[in-house]
């Protein structure tokens, strides 16, 4: 059939996922949307991850993919703890505020 | 009938891929952080069901426990702590986002420049090949679980100092000064 789903539909999503989270980032002031933008960008490479993974009958991809996760934890929870001392500081959590090295 | 049976992991790609598109550009488009984490549970859990579609069962639960667990209740308390919708948020997008749609734009131009020009062809996945170890079958998590505590075990070791120095730093940027 003409719609059996291959490893290039898997691509295009994970593809245009990556795009909207690198929208996210680039465009929202707000650093909590911010960082959950990055964490659709880092889903998106994990499902590449695994089409790969299946694509290629290898398990490495898998690995990865949890090394991946991993790091998205981390990620978000020192990135939160940022937030917080921002809010800390600032009282609101947009980017805009944090601008003390601006020229 | 027939229909489903032949089709069915194929039409519930599609259904799971456009869940998770419309979670991702609800983060991206909602004024409210607590709707964008909402959008954002369910881009995690279409793309654990896209994962489990391809095979990868151990790490499609993972992705519910850490991601759809973990991360969105850290995201959520975060949310509930800093307490926004007192502060009033002027404008949704900052003054980048025309910057930023170009950059968009020019992703998808580039990835799909990459489509037009390559092809995959059928997946070769043979299953003695994927799960198997040292010459017997296994289950995917079992596989998963012989890979990393091999071939990968310093890569594992390294992830779990990773995690200690995370949780430290994490601890130490939340302490009240």
């Known amino acids: ?103 | 009938m027939d229909f489903l049976t032949a089709h069915g992991a194929d039409l519930l790609f599609y259904l799971f891929a456009a869940l998770a598109l419309a979670g991702a550009i609800g983060v991206v488009t909602m004024r409210s952080p607590m709707y964008g984490a909402i959008s954002l549970l369910l881009t995690f859990l279409a793309v654990a069901a896209l994962f489990l579609l391809r095979g990868a069962e151990f790490l499609g639960i993972v992705q519910i426990f850490v991601y759809g667990g973990g991360i969105m209740v850290l995201f959520l308390f975060v949310i509930m702590l800093v307490n926004l919708h007192r502060l009033p948020e002027i404008k949704l997008f900052g003054g980048t986002s025309p910057l930023a749609g170009v950059l968009a734009v020019l992703l998808l131009a580039f990835f799909g420049y990459f489509f037009f020009q390559t092809h995959f062809g059928p997946g070769l996945r043979q299953p003695q090949n994927f799960l198997t170890a040292q010459g017997q079958t296994l289950g995917n998590s079992e596989a998963v679980a012989w890979g990393l505590y091999t071939q990968q075990l310093l890569p594992f070791e390294i992830a779990s100092v990773f995690l200690l120095i995370a949780m430290i730093g994490a601890v130490v940027l939340g302490r009240k000064q």
Do not use: C, P
């Not at chain 1, 929870?77 to 601008?99: Q, Y």
């Open chain 1, 1 to 103: 059939m003409t719609f059996a789903v291959t490893t290039t539909h898997y691509l295009v999503l994970s593809f245009l996922l990556f795009t909207i989270g690198v929208f996210g980032i680039a465009a929202r002031k707000n650093m909590i949307t911010v960082l959950m933008s990055i964490e659709l960008v880092l889903n998106s490479v994990n499902l590449n991850l695994i089409a790969f993974s299946y694509q290629l009958s290898d398990l490495t991809g898998q690995i990865f993919a949890v090394f991946t996760i991993t790091v998205a934890a981390g990620e978000a929870a020192v990135g939160l703890g940022i937030l917080i001392s921002l809010f800390r500081l600032r009282e609101t959590t947009t980017l805009d505020r944090a601008a003390e090295l601006k020229g």
